[in-house]
């Protein structure tokens, strides 16, 4: 079948039905995502830009901020590490348990992020399993900033995994058997044929990680204490200035996670691009004639 065939079969409906799902479609998007966006921005601005950056200024704030990307910057790296690694073992390699390690990988998905801030508070807290050899080796998890970097670990780890392990096992093991035969060693094989071959699932599954590592709320919220200007992140902030009814405050906080975020959402739509750029450029690329020499 043509592509003209298949592009007729599948645009069918009539006008009106197409207009009416583009309509319902931009009404969502207007009332859920648009108008919340702007009215962020609206409150955050609402008495000038002087007192938007007095906001951002202030030495509590300041240390929600840097906190936040100090947790984003340790739990990322570890988890490209853990989801390279766990998406290699389970799309490359059988063996036994591999289902019941698939299923681990998911379990933060399942999880209240509340319960995973309180197992580790029941591990690591003041009466917890390793509290008091904690306590007497004066090592501080709980209300301090490990216990902020493993709950976000735990809650952000899936994310890679689960990018890379459809995409691996759809790529399968031909291309990396074929570098072993000949002569490439492990290494040699990752760096040269498998990451090229994922590293736009990567792109994809480090961006989603560090999105939600930057705006998780429930776990971190267990862990942290709330220690002004030692403990807070940047949601955890925004929280506290809006129960203290500082909502100018509050909202540039926001404002700020907001700009993150769409910030995440446009490297995201380039990596895309540059993707199916990629994508198109092999498909429109002659075929290789071996029998044709210069």
């Known amino acids: 079948m043509s592509s003209l065939a298949t592009k007729r079969i599948v645009t069918s409906e009539s ?17 859920f995502l648009v108008l919340p966006l702007a009215a962020v921005f609206t409150e955050a601005l609402r008495k000038g830009v002087g007192a938007y950056l007095e906001a951002l200024k202030e030495p509590d704030a300041w240390s929600a901020i840097k906190l936040t990307l100090i947790t984003a910057a340790i739990a990322v790296p570890l988890n490209l590490v853990f989801g390279i690694a766990a998406a290699w073992c389970i799309a490359k390699f059988e063996f036994r348990g591999k289902a019941f390690l698939t299923t681990l990988v998911d379990l933060p998905f399942s999880v209240s992020p509340v319960v995973a801030g309180l197992i580790y508070v029941l591990m690591f807290g003041a009466q917890g399993w390793f ?13 301090a900033v490990p216990g902020i970097v493993l709950a976000t670990v735990f809650v952000t780890f899936p994310f890679i995994a689960r990018e890379l392990i459809p995409l691996m096992q759809a790529q399968g093991n031909d291309e990396e058997q074929a570098a072993i035969v ?28 560090n999105a939600r590592a930057m705006g998780e709320f429930g776990a971190v919220s267990v862990v942290s204490g709330h220690i002004r200007g030692q403990t807070n992140t940047m949601p955890l902030h925004v929280e506290i200035l809006y129960n203290e009814y500082q909502s100018v ?14 910030v995440t959402l446009a490297i995201k ?8 750029r990629e994508m198109r450029a092999a498909n429109e690329a002659p075929p290789e004639n071996p029998g044709v020499t210069s």
């Open 131 to 143: 509290g008091p050899w904690l306590a007497a080796h004066d090592i501080k998890i709980i209300f």
């Open 182 to 209: 000949l002569g490439a060693n492990g290494w040699q094989t990752f760096w040269y044929v498998t990451l090229p071959n994922i590293k736009w699932g990567l792109i994809y599954g480090v961006i989603l990680c």
């Open 269 to 276: 739509s380039v990596a895309e691009w540059r993707q199916e």
């Open 15 to 31: 006008a009106w039905v197409r207009r009416t799902l583009i309509g319902i479609a931009l009404v969502f998007i207007v009332l």
């Open 249 to 262: 405050a509050a909202f540039a906080v926001a404002s700020l996670l907001a700009l993150l975020a769409l």
